[in-house]
């Protein structure tokens, strides 16, 4: 069951039902006659630009993060037409949006830089030298 209030992407962002725009056409695939007579695919397009529950920096981060997805609008689009149910398809299509957004939001991890160990270095040293002293004694080089 939906939502009353709107799509809950996470327990302080909740995007409401009047800021998306929910559209229904007839769906291709399987499913014999009835895909030829009732619209049970579902686009949800949700402007990014004209919401008024983000912040100016979820906005930001948003943009960032989904660019190649945003229309030039600045509205983002999920389509769903996986089931023959309208009110199915319309639940996928708002979860996909939801987890598209909450991971959108979530904070990048800093990458912590690391270093080779001592003993790596020492191994491809020695590994050098190996390999060097087998091509020098080749050469007949008494050293």
Known sequence: MPDPRGIEVNSSLVIPDSELEVRVSRSSGAGG???NKTASRVE???S???SSVLSEEQRS???DRLASRLSTEGAIRVVSSETRSQHRNRE???ARL???IRKALTPRKKRKPT???RSADEARLASKKLHSRKKRERKGDPD
């Open 92 to 94: 996928i299509a708002e």
């Open 98 to 100: 939801a987890d598209l």
């Open 61 to 63: 981060m948003l943009r």
């Open 48 to 50: 990014i630009e004209h």
């Open 33 to 35: 006659q009835h895909v």
């Open 115 to 117: 270093r080779r160990p």
């Open 44 to 46: 949800l397009v949700w």
